[in-house]
């Protein structure tokens, strides 16, 4: 599985956009990236996923560069409640192993 | 989407004993995972549970000390043996669905 490399920590304020960047400079042509967060003393949660299209749902925005290289989670409007570990992935689709790397730890303040 | 529950959420136990996890998925998965997360530290997979087969084990991580057990689709067991201190970790168990992987709210785990 291809690795992940994420800032340690990030702050961001309350209202304002966040935007999480990953690098994963060495993806395979099949393989998705992931993101997941863990809210302290919680199971991770999966927030999004996609291949190479920017993506978005009711939690996030996925953009993934044209060459694959990198990925940026946007949260359009953080709130003290996204104040969590956040995890960028790569591995194929449905299948294969989620393997964790440090996280980016996102605190948002008031 | 997967459900997952996980008992106990807590124990404290001492060294030399050893504590037996279960994981009940409310719908089928097509794979379940276990996960150690020792204290400060990210996600650490301990291995794959396969139904009705061995379980497939990461670099680090031994059937004696984690025997698993998968007997059916939607329920798994950890057993953390012969514990010392240094097992004191977060266990989570976790299933994949369609499109994603779910995880459990964890084990919290402290041997004294």
């Known amino acids: 599985d291809a690795k992940t490399t994420q800032p340690t920590s990030m702050d961001c304020a309350e209202g304002r956009a966040a935007n999480l960047p990953c690098n994963h400079s060495t993806i395979s042509g099949n393989e998705y990236v992931y993101w997941y967060r863990q809210i302290h003393s919680q199971g991770p949660q999966y927030i999004i996923h996609g291949l190479k299209n920017n993506e978005t749902n009711e939690m996030a925005s996925l953009i993934i560069t044209e060459d694959r290289k990198s990925s940026t989670l946007i949260l359009p409007h953080a709130t003290l409640r996204d104040t969590a570990v956040y995890y960028c992935i790569v591995r194929v689709f449905s299948g294969g192993k989620l393997i964790f790397g440090q996280g980016t730890e996102l605190s948002v303040k008031p | 989407s997967a459900v997952i529950s996980q008992k106990p959420s807590r124990d404290i136990c001492q060294r030399g004993t050893s504590l037996t996890i279960q994981c009940q998925v409310d719908?089928?998965?097509?794979?379940m995972f276990w996960y150690r997360q020792q204290p400060g530290q990210s996600l650490t997979l301990i291995a794959t549970?396969?139904?009705?087969?061995?379980?497939?084990?990461e670099s680090g991580f031994v059937i004696d000390k984690f025997p698993i057990s998968r007997p059916n689709l939607t329920f798994s067991t950890l057993t953390v043996s012969n514990m010392s201190p240094e097992d004191s970790s977060i266990y989570l168990c976790s299933g994949q669905g369609l499109e994603t992987q779910y995880f459990g709210p964890g084990t919290r785990l402290l041997v004294l």
């Open positions: 549970a396969n139904q009705g087969s061995e379980a497939t084990y």
């Open positions: 719908s089928q998965v097509t794979m």
